[in-house]
């Protein structure tokens, strides 16, 4: 399994050689930094590596952090399950190298978050009907419960009002379209979740 940490920054659109134009996102990373590695035999339980991406100023990071981190200062710690963690070492780099044009890949990113909205938006809901005195309530959820539903209260589980966004998104069979080890970029086909700037996760099988 190949894995990297990147930055959403812009879409953009590829050219195909037989003439077909695909869209694109491009994602900005850097060489992954091992910081741990978790093996089923240990006392972990299970097998992974633990990677550091993104240099942060060392008066952000706790002393405990720096203490894990061998004195180099991260803004982003995530973990990885892996098959073989004997394959890495602590202090080593995964770059983007390990990806080719070609490769399919899975997305994982946080939605743009779009505060709070109404069932209408959230849902999809039609709201109430155009006639018959409407005037602040066309937009309504209608009904959520109360009588003998439920034992008079609202269930859960709901769909009401509420924040809107901000999850957690995976996009799978996602295709690499163009790899540029120098200036550390990768273009993904197709949309990917999050807004500019944003941290996603990409793997491969």
């Known amino acids: 399994m190949k894995f990297l940490l990147a930055r959403k920054e812009r879409m953009t659109q590829i050219f195909q050689e037989n003439g077909d134009v695909k869209a694109g996102t491009v994602l900005k990373t ?4 091992v910081t741990q590695v978790k093996t089923a035999d240990g006392a972990d339980g299970y097998n992974a590596i633990q990677v550091a991406f993104d240099d942060q100023k060392e008066s952000r990071v706790s002393k405990a952090v720096l203490g894990h981190t061998k004195g180099k200062a991260f803004k982003v710690i995530k973990e990885f399950r892996v098959e073989n963690p004997a394959d890495f070492t602590v202090g ?3 770059t983007l190298d390990s990806f080719a044009v070609g490769d399919g ?3 994982a990113g946080t939605s743009k978050g779009k505060g709070f909205a109404g069932g209408v938006q959230r849902y999809g809901f039609k709201g109430g009907r155009r006639s018959h005195g409407q005037k602040h309530s066309e937009r309504e959820v209608g009904s959520i419960g109360g009588g003998g539903r439920a034992g008079g209260r609202v269930a859960k589980g709901m769909r009401m009002g509420g924040r809107m966004g901000g999850d957690r998104v995976t ?3 996602l295709k690499v379209l163009h790899v540029d080890a120098a200036k550390g970029e990768i273009i993904i086909s197709g949309a990917i979740p999050g807004a500019r700037g944003s941290l996603v996760e990409i793997i491969s099988a």
Do not use: K, M, Q, Y
């Open 105 to 107: 890949v899975t997305i």
């Open 171 to 173: 996009v799978p069979s």
């Open 30 to 33: 850097t060489p992954l930094t």
């Open 92 to 94: 080593s780099e995964i």
